[in-house]
């Protein structure tokens, strides 16, 4: 069970929008840490998305954006593309565990 | 972002010790994750590469007794040890480099990942 709580999937159609939550604890985001977002298409390794809440890779498409606000974050895709089907994870640090906690893990499905 | 190298063996038999290991260059720390089949990700491990505090470690709880990660700076290299695996170790591994910016860290360089499959 992951520590932090991601929905299983999302899904939307090409050109349209779509948000992906990341619900943590006062242990882990609420406490003051980053959140990263990770990309990973199936049979491949995870990817670096948005670093920092809010900060993108170079070469990380500004469709992608991330925020924070308490003990959530959210990553945001606007204009899906056929391409941004993957899951997505999301990443942050965790005084419980001294060190680090992955979210659930979100499937983004392009309709 | 460059691909990590890492190798190990990817067949195992129940108590036996699985063995990984990965070259990475420069960040600050290395790390160990990995991914049961069908699953989320799970952190492993760190060593500290560089700094003060060069060499140290720390686990996931979860894991503790029966992780170990060492590395050798001087091949640029670093490895895992999990003893005693069961079949609920299956999982593909995978080597990652933390790196820091701006007053946050985060995974910016993984290896291409090992399926290890522990069964009798």
């Known amino acids: 069970q992951s520590v932090l709580t991601q929905p299983p999937s999302v899904s939307g159609a090409p050109g349209q929008r779509v948000t992906i939550s990341c619900t943590g604890s006062s242990s882990n985001i609420g406490a003051g840490y980053d959140v990263n977002w990770y990309q990973q298409v199936p049979g491949t390794a995870p990817k670096l998305l948005i670093y920092?809440?809010?900060n993108r890779p170079s070469g990380v498409p500004d469709r992608f954006s991330g925020s924070k606000s308490g003990t959530s974050a959210s990553l945001a895709i606007t204009g899906l593309q056929a391409e941004d089907e993957a899951d997505y994870y999301c990443q942050s640090d965790d005084n419980n565990l001294s060190g680090y906690v992955f979210g659930s893990g979100t499937k983004v499905t392009v309709l | 972002q460059v691909q990590l190298q890492q190798w190990g063996a990817g067949l195992l038999k129940p108590s036996e010790t699985l063995s990984l290991t990965c070259v990475v260059y420069g960040g600050y720390y290395w790390n160990w994750i990995r991914q049961p089949p069908g699953k989320g990700l799970e952190w492993i491990g760190e060593i500290n590469h560089g700094g003060s505090h060069s060499g140290s470690t720390k686990y996931n709880p979860s894991l503790k007794s029966r992780v170990t990660i060492s590395a050798d700076t001087s091949k640029s290299q670093f490895s895992l040890k999990l003893s005693f695996v069961t079949a609920a170790d299956t999982a593909v591994y995978y080597c990652a480099r933390v790196d820091c910016s701006g007053g946050t860290c985060y995974f910016d360089n993984w290896g291409q990942g090992t399926l290890v499959t522990v069964s009798s």
């Open positions: 920092g809440n809010n």
